[in-house]
């Protein structure tokens, strides 16, 4: 078994926003891994809630791992599902969690043991699968990259029927993630990547999704990031932010 994980943030002078976590519980039952990507606030700060983005992905993805690992008789969506209600009671009554840009994230969240490997994907976090003959198959709720190929994405669109969903206070998006699961046998490794990550295949085209799981086996995660630092100073107008919090975690089985 071999897992590794880097995070980093886009800005120095900014917590990172990302929450990534991996966990072999004793007694050779399996592991898990979470990775969260928190949504990063309008200019105007204005979320109608007294805590940061930082601070609900690392409640939501402790939650989330807990549950993942601890309660094996529900799905992922059933532990996503109870880590936001969790989280959403941990708010206080000065936080209006109705409001469109209340703290949210992506999630990615896989875990396994000797007979299954299950996984849960919400929005444009990335998961790769890749199998025991090498084949790599990504796992992509695609919906933001539907709705930026018709046009400009807007808050309209966001946790709306038509538009994307993320992980905020309501507990019923859980209906909305990719989800499945695969014989334990045929999966030999698993990486999950934030979309700062995945800007190496998504934004500067350096290679496909087989690529990006070559090199994470080669020089792991942290490898993967300094890559796509080093794309961004290079990056023409019109690549979105010059750097994005990136993070990925990376499981052979």
Same mark, same amino acid.
């Given at each position: 078994?071999?897992?590794? /994980?880097?995070?980093?943030? @886009?800005?120095?002078?900014? =917590?990172?926003? +990302?929450?990534?976590? %991996? #966990? !072999?519980?004793?007694? $050779?039952?399996?592991?898990?891994?979470?990775?969260?990507?928190?949504?990063?606030?309008?200019?105007?700060?204005?979320?109608?809630?007294?805590?940061?983005?930082?601070?609900?992905?690392?409640?939501?993805?402790?939650?989330?791992?807990?549950?993942?690992?601890?309660?094996?008789?529900?799905?992922?969506?059933?532990?996503?599902?109870?880590?936001?209600?969790?989280?959403?009671?941990?708010?206080?009554?000065?936080?209006?969690?109705?409001?469109?840009?209340?703290?949210?994230?992506?999630?990615?969240?896989?875990?396994?043991?000797?007979?299954?490997?299950?996984?849960?994907?919400?929005?444009?976090?990335?998961? /790769?699968?890749?199998?025991? @003959?090498?084949?790599?198959? =990504?796992?992509? +709720?695609?919906?933001? %990259? #539907? !709705?930026?190929?018709? $046009?400009?994405?807007?808050?309209?669109?966001?946790?709306?029927?038509?538009?994307?969903?993320?992980?905020?206070?309501?507990?019923?998006?859980?209906?909305?993630?990719?989800?499945?699961?695969?014989?334990?046998?045929?999966?030999?490794?698993?990486?999950?990547?934030?979309?700062?990550?995945?800007?190496?295949?998504?934004?500067?085209?350096?290679?496909?999704?087989?690529?990006?799981?070559?090199?994470?086996?080669?020089?792991?995660?942290?490898?993967?990031?300094?890559?796509?630092?080093?794309?961004?100073?290079?990056?023409?107008?019109?690549?979105?932010?010059?750097?994005?919090?990136?993070?990925?975690?990376?499981?052979?089985?």
């Amino acid at each position: 078994m071999r897992i590794e /994980l880097a995070t980093r943030p @886009g800005d120095p002078g900014r =917590p990172n926003e +990302d929450f990534v976590s %991996a #966990v !072999l519980p004793a007694m $050779g039952l399996g592991g898990a891994l979470v990775l969260l990507d928190g949504v990063t606030p309008p200019p105007s700060g204005e979320t109608g809630c007294t805590h940061d983005v930082p601070w609900y992905a690392a409640r939501l993805g402790g939650a989330l791992l807990e549950g993942a690992v601890s309660r094996r008789d529900l799905t992922l969506a059933e532990c996503l599902g109870a880590a936001i209600s969790r989280t959403a009671e941990a708010h206080g009554d000065l936080c209006d969690l109705g409001h469109r840009r209340t703290p949210q994230a992506t999630v990615v969240v896989a875990r396994w043991d000797e007979e299954r490997v299950e996984y849960l994907v919400l929005s444009d976090s990335v998961l /790769l699968v890749e199998g025991v @003959g090498g084949e790599v198959t =990504p796992v992509l +709720d695609e919906r933001i %990259a #539907v !709705l930026a190929g018709r $046009g400009a994405v807007t808050d309209e669109h966001r946790n709306a029927e038509g538009g994307f969903f993320t992980a905020a206070a309501d507990p019923s998006v859980v209906r909305r993630a990719v989800t499945g699961s695969l014989p334990r046998d045929s999966v030999r490794a698993l990486a999950a990547l934030s979309d700062g990550a995945a800007r190496w295949v998504e934004v500067f085209r350096e290679g496909g999704w087989a690529d990006c799981a070559a090199l994470l086996a080669k020089g792991g995660p942290g490898m993967l990031i300094d890559r796509v630092r080093e794309l961004e100073l290079t990056a023409p107008v019109g690549c979105g932010k010059r750097h994005d919090d990136a993070s990925a975690v990376y499981a052979e089985l």
